[in-house]
């Protein structure tokens, strides 16, 4: 057994059985041995920001890690802007590059990097293997690392002379890798500290994030809120949120600091509970970067890492709370609207009119998808993941992942364009592995959040240069053709009836679909 | 005047007047001050890959910088690949990366990362402005810093209240930025070694590389080699090559290194012009990684950063060989294929019979691409861009920057289809700005270099799991769809009259044209 062959099995029993891939010549025997190791199941990305962003959305929602597969330092920069998020998202990747061979590197050939430096800003843990029979054990060590409480990007290259030396042999999983803890316990006075506060009847919410996102920590969360008046609010962008008809509602912070004011306006005390402090998205000249407004305490009742679900169980003990009523969303989908023109409004409605039970929401919708939230608040129990790290072309990548996750629930992709162009090559792997994915492309053919970006950072409207450096209408992205060009059938809607029908049409039928909805801008 | 509109004054009195942009919300006063300086030219990309490349090519072709905009260190690493194959080309760009403003950095908002961690491996030069007033100096130093020999990424961090902030004022150029060195003066003593060296009489090449692949350079080095019997060798994957009919003809050093070993068999001396030390481009097992066989001695006339180009003229006035008669490549294209398969072979003819006069060639065509040198030898002067850093993804944005900086001459992208895939974005760009580029994609449909290099690694054939992931086929990639989905208009030869015809008109008419070619794999 050689060092590949090791590696993969290794990666098998520590359950990592995905592998999203885009190899070179050094991860040839890495290729080879998937055809000794049938439990891996290998997907081959055209683009390593595909194979990272899979990665990501497949461990949002398989709760565990898939392995990447890049090649070398400049393969490992493709995968970066992903990796970035999946870095906020918290979700646990064990990312796999491939190296040089040990005693090739010092000879500066042409792919030669600083793989270490790359991998840095968006690893939480990091090794370089140097002998083959450090490989296996180094590989379980990966998967601890990935899976430790918040989770996080595992790096591990693997040198093409460890890959192909025989004699190596796999490693038995560590606890750590296969049954990782929720996260570091909450020490019972810091939840008691937080009780005290939502007994004292001033205003005060919970600013949810990260784990209590998912149903048992909603249910919690609800039930303090009902026991104390508290609001709930959430981070602005989740990497996972389950939301709909049947669970409790939680209002997201705005992107806009302008409405993230009046959303925390009034506020004496604002409690974390797994979502970092809130701050704007971006600095805007004489607008503060803190969004906690004066006078308000912040508390945090479980930061990244701890036991948040956990942290919340405990303040239901503590509030004597377990009895409370739990307020949920009721039923209610807005009614499909009867026609007039297609823009952001009406085509949030006919998704909040059909979007199926279960389905699984990758949202890089930016400003077209403004209204879609809201239309499906009370639509059936559903799935939203978010793009967490704001590096753009996360959309189409993390619903081809979600996807693989979950081949018995139907995705849905609420993908803008200009976002769209950085990863499209995911709908190849969409095509070629059947998976059950809707894209929606919004197409108002412009970077539409930078012209109101423009005008919020004070730069004005722009002059005609300016804003010729914000639109795609010349030429105009053809998003019909480049989806067919994929293998991925596509049709294209300009109004609310050809939307609708669309959109039903691909959500009732298995394997991708691509519709794509022209509007204009919705900003 | 703020901080935007001084440094892009700056840029444009150091001679830097085309910026390759892909920008976000951190990079809107840039684009704003864009109408402020109408000498700057921006060119949109939809990734900053292609921003990058472009960056690349244009720097190859103009012999001075552009500028690139990136947005955040997720932008940055968008853009890693190509700036990798920049550093191995040894161009000069001057990257400016936008940044969260300086007081936003510590509230770790979304898109904060570690831009120092992720630039280090690419940049030969790096600051991060942190005043105002340092801004246009530092865009002055940033100038001279990828100028400096054999050139190099300079990467300039701006963060955007630093661009926002007015009271700026432009800086003046320095000499360094405006007129800089050709490298560091090769010592005579070194000159005369090498001198000795080549009158000994015994089996000896120069290894051209960097600037002595142009024309000055060629020209020096044939008048050596006929004055002293020298063989004219190059790196595999020269920056720029200059060649053709009526130029010295300089055999490049072959991929494989089983054939690098035949070119290299015999010589006792190898003397480096600009060139690295001969290496194998990935290590196989049982195999060397230093190419130069053994009994051949390596002297260095002239390293990366030298006078390369000068040394070359020192070695010729030592040989006293200024009258040496300098033999040139005859001008011979081969026959137009009357017909028969499109493959790899008759597609080289066919290009060689049609390669226009000053045409430049952006080469990524890997496999597909192996008998069009051979092919186009003889053919009209031309300039050949090779794939210097191996990190696939360069052809599109190359020919983009080259077609940027040359608008009067020809580009032709030889392209192979799974490498096309990184970066395809680059049409879009071609189309907008109404470039001059014909490119024709070797469409096999697979990774025909992988399932080469899966043998020569060791790892067999591969079972059916592991040369699955070498096939492009299943859906096949409608490339014709794909670039007129960008706007580029688009036709598919498969047959050699089709290729023929369709080469040639696109050949003949002006702006951007894809040829789609079908083939089978070569190798």
């Known amino acids: 057994m050689n060092g590949a062959q090791a590696l993969i099995r290794t990666l098998v029993d520590c359950g990592v059985d995905v592998c999203f891939a885009n190899p070179g010549t050094s991860e040839m025997h890495f290729v080879a041995a998937l055809d000794d190791v049938p439990a891996m199941r290998p ?16 461990a949002r929602m398989a709760g565990r890690p898939a392995a990447t597969l890049l090649h070398l330092g400049p393969g490992l920069g493709n995968g970066i802007a992903n990796l970035h998020n999946a870095r906020r998202a918290h979700s646990p990747v064990v990312n796999i590059v491939g190296d040089h061979a040990t005693y090739h590197q010092r000879f500066d050939a042409p792919l030669q990097s600083d793989i270490a430096g790359l991998a840095g800003p968006v690893s939480c843990w990091y090794a370089e293997v140097t002998e083959p029979a450090a490989l296996a054990p180094q590989a379980v060590a990966a998967v601890a690392g990935a899976r430790r409480a918040p989770g996080g990007v595992a790096t591990l290259v693997v040198p093409a002379d460890v890959s192909w030396t025989d004699g190596a042999a796999p490693a038995a999983p560590t606890p750590a890798a296969v049954s990782p803890r929720p996260g570091t316990s909450v020490e019972p006075a810091s939840v008691e500290a937080v009780a005290a506060v939502l007994r004292s009847g001033e205003p005060t919410a919970l600013l949810l994030g990260g784990p209590a996102m998912a149903e048992a920590g909603l249910a919690a969360a609800a039930r303090v809120a009902s026991a104390t008046s508290t609001r709930l609010l959430s981070e602005t962008f989740p990497a996972v949120h389950e939301r709909g008809a049947g669970l409790p509602a939680v209002e997201r912070l705005a992107y806009l600091a302008e409405l993230t004011a009046l959303q925390l306006g009034g506020l004496r005390h604002l409690v974390l509970v797994g979502a970092p402090h809130p701050v704007s998205f971006f600095a805007y000249p004489d607008k503060p970067s803190d969004l906690v407004p004066d006078g308000c305490t912040v508390h945090t009742l479980a930061a990244a890492g701890d036991d948040v679900v956990g942290a919340l169980a405990m303040l239901v003990d503590a509030l004597d709370a377990a009895g409370a009523a739990v307020t949920t969303q009721p039923a209610q989908r807005p009614a499909m609207p009867g026609g007039g023109a297609l823009d952001a409004q009406s085509a949030a409605a006919v998704i909040g009119a ?13 400003t077209s998808g403004l209204f879609v939230p809201g239309a499906t608040a009370g639509a059936p129990r559903h799935t939203w993941l978010c793009l967490t790290g704001g590096a753009i072309g996360q959309g189409l990548p ?24 950085y990863t499209a090559q995911a709908l190849w792997t969409q095509a070629r592995e059947g998976l059950d994915v809707t894209t929606v492309v919004f197409d108002n053919r412009s970077y539409a959040i930078l012209a109101m970006e423009l ?23 053809d998003m019909v053709a480049l989806s067919k060009g994929m293998g991925v059938p596509a049709t294209r809607a300009t109004t609310v009836e050809e939307f609708a029908e669309q959109l039903a049409k691909a959500l009732a039928e298995p394997g991708p679909a691509l519709v794509d909805a022209v509007v204009p801008p919705a900003v």
């Open 455 to 477: 005008g919020r950072v004070g730069a004005g409207t722009g002059g005609a240069r300016a804003r010729r450096m914000l639109e795609l209408d010349d030429p105009p992205l």
């Open 43 to 58: 997907v081959l990305a055209l683009f390593e920001g595909v194979a990272t962003g899979a990665a990501d959305g497949y």
């Open 398 to 421: 993390l619903a081809t992942g979600a996807a693989v996750a979950c081949p018995d629930r139907k995705v849905l992709c609420l993908q803008a364009d200009g976002s769209a162009l």
């Open 354 to 366: 059909l979007l199926p039970e279960g389905a699984i929401v990758s949202d890089e919708a930016n």
